[in-house]
């Protein structure tokens, strides 16, 4: 059991701006822009990233006390925590049943409750059955992935004079990835932490640090031996050739775990993710090795749920060779190694059999089941229909994506695609950089508008002069009106061949920029 008291003043401090309106349909229409145009999944908006910023809401802390199990801590930071979740936000319902985030040392250093300094208390409101998130937890684990302890609270709430210990709802409890969770799992904390929130996964921004400290939003403070491995590393991603990639990855990233990362998200369907690239994963930067390992972040709508790709059948059927569409670039170059390609396959087939067993899934399902089954409630007179629907054998109208069905069809599809028998549905690709090609698109018709006017000019005087020197300008333009204008007749051809020059110098700076852009 958890209380949270908070007096009202504080409460205040919580809520977005007055007005602020949870336009899912504006906010989307701008994250698109963001993501064609190649920015960072922010708005201007909004200090946060996230779909949340686009909405101009900015996460605020106000000071409270929580008591879990009894146990009273005062003077705890809380504030509202999520993006896609907070969009049941209601001005002025303080009865909404919205996800937390509780920070013990916010406003005293020293404040921890039982070893932890952060926790979040998460909703669930995409996922009826509030298990997908801790099962998918529990399978990386399995798998050997660091990654965050979940359980379960009954969340009341006081605010003097509005409500007291008015029953808030079920919420699965997870722990913070933080310098704690780092010294916990590694015994110190001395990496670099990043939560990546940016279109495309370990993008390269170039060889100066402050884009990178936008989009891959560090966590902990980065020496600059961290930032330049960071940019080392994406540059290497981007820029590198296949044979230079293929000798220097394992210098950079963990490969093994890469890939049992990779493995789990993939029997997942975890598209909201690392394979979707701009967000809901961590990346560390694990001193000893001074390699790069991932952690897995939000899964509450894993399990092939992620509405914005493809259909319920289409991702149950995710290719396992290209998860995150043709445009995930490390992923694609990682699995172009024949050997790491085949050591994943080997961890898909292991884990098939291992931690994604039917048998063992199904009743893994079902004993979480039961034990959730009983506080559902808690959360409205609805919420024990949804539940069931997601529990059910097969898919409803009212539920597509019951647990153990999409185990039994993704476990059918891996297998398939492993014996050789499916490619598997592969995203679609990335969505084309409009700036970029717009750019290159007025670099090339200035250039060939130059050219066509010297083109012109060529042709005229060099008939002016001779019907040789007329036919050499109109097919060897511009090198033969430059020879023409500068060699044979300077009085008739000497400015069109400066002009000429011109022409040449512009095929050649675009052409030198379109192989440095594209090498």
């Not at 995409?126 to 529990?138: G, I, V």
């Not at 059910?392 to 492993?418: C, G, N």
């Not at 995203?427 to 250039?447: C, Y």
Request: proline letters at 5%.
């Amino acid at each position: 059991d958890v209380h949270i008291r908070i007096e009202p003043e504080e409460w205040a401090k919580l809520q977005p701006p007055k007005g602020t309106k949870m336009d899912f349909e504006a906010a989307l229409k701008d994250v698109m822009e963001g993501a064609v145009t190649g920015g960072h999944f922010r708005s201007e908006k909004s200090t946060r990233p996230g779909l949340a910023g686009y909405l101009g809401v900015d996460h605020q802390y106000g000071k409270a006390e929580v008591t879990i199990d009894g146990e009273t801590v005062k003077g705890i930071g809380l504030r509202y925590k999520g993006n896609g979740t907070f969009l049941e936000y209601v001005e002025g319902d303080v009865t909404r049943r919205l996800s937390f985030k509780i920070d013990f040392n916010e406003y005293d250093d020293e404040l921890e409750f039982r070893d932890l300094t952060k926790v979040n208390l998460n909703n669930n409101s995409t996922d009826p059955s509030l298990m997908r998130e801790p099962l998918s937890y529990e399978l990386f684990r399995e798998a050997g992935i660091h990654c965050s302890r979940v359980g379960y609270a009954k969340v009341s709430l006081t605010i003097p004079g509005k409500i007291d210990r008015r029953p808030h709802g079920l919420y699965t409890v997870i722990e913070q990835v933080d310098k704690r969770f780092l010294k916990d799992r590694y015994g110190s904390a001395k990496g670099l932490l990043m939560k990546p929130s940016t279109f495309g996964a370990f993008r390269y921004f170039g060889e100066e640090w402050d884009e990178y400290e936008v989009g891959f939003v560090p966590k902990t403070k980065p020496t600059e031996e961290q930032k330049q491995r960071v940019i080392e590393f994406a540059r290497l991603i981007h820029k590198s050739e296949d044979d230079a990639f293929e000798e220097k990855v394992e210098s950079y990233l963990d490969v093994d775990q890469f890939l049992r990362f990779l493995a789990v998200n993939v029997l997942l369907t975890n598209l909201d993710s690392f394979l979707g690239g701009s967000q809901n994963h961590y990346i560390y930067l694990e001193p000893d090795s001074n390699k790069f390992q991932f952690f897995p972040w939000d899964m509450d709508i894993s399990f092939g749920v992620f509405p914005f790709n493809g259909t319920p059948e289409t991702r149950r059927k995710l290719s396992i060779d290209h998860p995150g569409g043709k445009g995930h670039t490390l992923i694609e170059r990682v699995l172009n190694i024949p050997r790491h390609k085949k050591t994943y396959h080997d961890y898909l087939d292991t884990y098939l059999n291992s931690i994604f067993a039917e048998d063992k899934m199904h009743q893994q399902i079902e004993k979480v089941g039961e034990f959730v089954r009983p506080m559902v409630k808690i959360n409205g007179p609805k919420a024990t229909d949804g539940f069931d629907g997601v529990l059910a054998d097969s898919p409803k109208w009212y539920e597509e994506h019951p647990i153990k069905y999409f185990v039994t069809k993704r476990r059918e599809s891996v297998r398939r695609q492993l014996d050789g028998e499916s490619e598997g549905h592969i995203l679609h690709d990335p969505p084309p950089n409009w700036p970029e090609i717009i750019g290159w698109s007025i670099a090339f018709f200035s250039v060939l508008l130059l050219n066509l006017a010297g083109w012109i000019w060529g042709i005229v005087v060099g008939f002016r002069g001779s019907t040789l020197w007329g036919c050499l300008n109109i097919f060897f333009s511009p090198l033969a009106p430059a020879i023409y204008g500068f060699a044979v007749r300077r009085d008739l051809g000497f400015r069109c061949a400066i002009f000429a020059t011109f022409c040449i110098i512009g095929w050649i700076v675009f052409v030198a920029a379109v192989v440095d852009q594209f090498s």
